[in-house]
C-alpha cells in the first residue's frame, strides 16, 4: 500500500531544490528537496544503483514522488543538490566559495560517487592546503575561501582522511597547529565538532612545531653570530640587535601564534637593522630553514613523503 507521508516532524521544502517537474522527494535532516531522477543517477553510480531497485508495494511517496530518506544533515544535503542541480552554485577555483559549501559537497560527493563534484572540492581544498611551499606562501590570496573559526584547519584534516584525500593534511594540520593549545581543541570557541581524540601522530606534529616556534632565540644565535664574529661590518651594533631579539623572543609568549614558516619568511625578506654583510648570511639561512620544514611537514605528522602524497594526489583527481 503507497502512503503519502510527511515523512518526519514538520520537515521544510528547500524552495531552490523543490522542482515542480521533479520525481523524487528527498529528506535529509529536516530539509525536503523534490529533484529529478535522471539527472542525480547520472551523476552519481550511488543514486543510478538505488534508483533502478524495483520498488516494493508499500514504498513511501510524498506529493506523489517516490520518497528516499539520507541519513545526511540537511546542511550537506542542500550544499550537494545544489551543486549537482545549479551549474552556476560550485564552479572550479578561482571561483569563490565557502568552506561550509565545499565541506558538504566533498564529504557527500565521496559517499555517492559523484567525482567531479569531489574533484573540484579538493581543488578549492588545495587554494589554501596546498602541496608545494610556494603555493603555500601565495595561500593568503590565492584561496578561495575564508576560514573564520580555527577549529576548522583541524575538521578539514580528519575529512580529508575519511576521502582519502591525505596530501591536503600536512598544510592543513600545520594550520590547525599555528595556534595555542586551547584554539586547536575549539577550548575558547567552544566548537564542539573538535573530537576529543585525535591521532597522536597528529599531537607529536603539533608539539614538534610549537617546539621550533619556541627555538626561535637559539636560531637566531646560530644565523647571527658566526657572521658578527668574522665580517660583521658592525659587529657591536649587530650583536646587540640581535641579543635583544633573543631577549625578547626568550621570553615566550604561550598564547601566541606558532607559525615557523611565517616567522622565517618575514626573517627572509625582512630589511632587520644589520649590517648588509649579515643580511646577506642569514636571509639564505632562514629561506633554507623554511624549505627544510615544509620538506619535513608530512613526516612530522606522520605522514608519507610529499613526492608519495602528490603520487596518491595525481592518481585520485586524474
Ligand atoms: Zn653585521
Not at 506523489?64 to 542542500?78: I, K, M, N, Q
Amino acid at each position: 500500500m503507497n502512503t503519502d507521508s510527511t515523512a518526519n516532524v514538520n520537515p521544510t521544502r528547500v524552495e531552490e531544490l523543490w522542482f515542480a517537474d521533479g520525481n523524487v522527494v528527498i529528506q535529509a535532516g529536516n530539509s525536503l528537496f523534490r529533484v529529478t531522477k535522471g539527472i542525480l543517477a547520472a551523476r552519481s553510480s550511488t543514486f543510478c544503483d538505488l534508483f533502478a531497485l524495483p520498488q516494493s508495494g508499500d514504498f513511501e511517496t510524498v506529493d506523489g514522488c517516490p520518497f528516499v530518506r539520507l541519513p545526511d544533515s540537511a546542511e550537506d544535503a542542500t550544499a550537494f543538490l545544489r551543486a549537482v542541480f545549479d551549474s552556476s552554485f560550485f564552479e572550479r577555483p578561482p571561483n569563490p566559495t565557502t568552506l561550509s559549501d565545499i565541506l558538504g559537497i566533498l564529504r557527500l560527493s565521496h559517499k555517492y560517487d559523484v567525482a567531479y563534484l569531489r574533484r573540484r572540492a579538493l581543488l578549492h581544498l588545495e587554494t589554501r592546503y596546498p602541496t608545494t611551499l610556494e603555493a603555500y606562501d601565495a595561500s593568503p590570496t590565492a584561496a578561495t575561501f575564508d576560514v573564520t573559526n580555527h577549529s576548522d584547519h583541524l575538521l578539514v584534516a580528519r575529512l580529508a582522511m575519511q576521502v582519502d584525500a591525505p596530501w591536503i593534511c600536512p598544510a592543513a594540520l600545520y594550520s590547525a597547529c599555528c595556534a595555542n593549545i586551547e584554539s586547536i581543541c575549539g577550548l575558547d570557541s567552544g566548537d564542539p565538532r573538535v573530537p576529543d581524540f585525535l591521532p597522536k601522530a597528529w599531537i607529536i606534529g603539533c608539539a614538534k612545531q610549537h617546539q621550533a616556534y619556541a627555538s626561535r632565540p637559539s636560531y637566531y644565535v646560530y644565523i647571527m653570530l658566526p657572521s658578527t664574529r668574522r665580517t660583521c661590518l658592525r659587529p657591536e651594533f649587530c650583536i646587540e640587535v640581535a641579543a635583544k631579539l633573543v631577549d625578547l623572543m626568550a621570553v615566550g609568549d604561550y598564547r601566541a601564534w606558532p607559525d615557523p614558516l611565517k616567522t622565517w619568511r618575514l626573517e627572509a625578506t625582512a630589511a632587520r637593522p644589520w649590517c648588509g654583510h649579515c643580511l646577506d648570511v642569514s636571509r639564505p639561512k632562514c629561506a633554507t630553514y623554511r624549505v627544510e620544514w615544509w620538506s619535513c611537514m608530512p613526516l612530522n605528522y606522520g605522514f608519507p613523503s610529499w613526492p608519495e602524497l602528490l603520487a596518491i594526489r595525481d592518481a585520485a583527481l586524474s
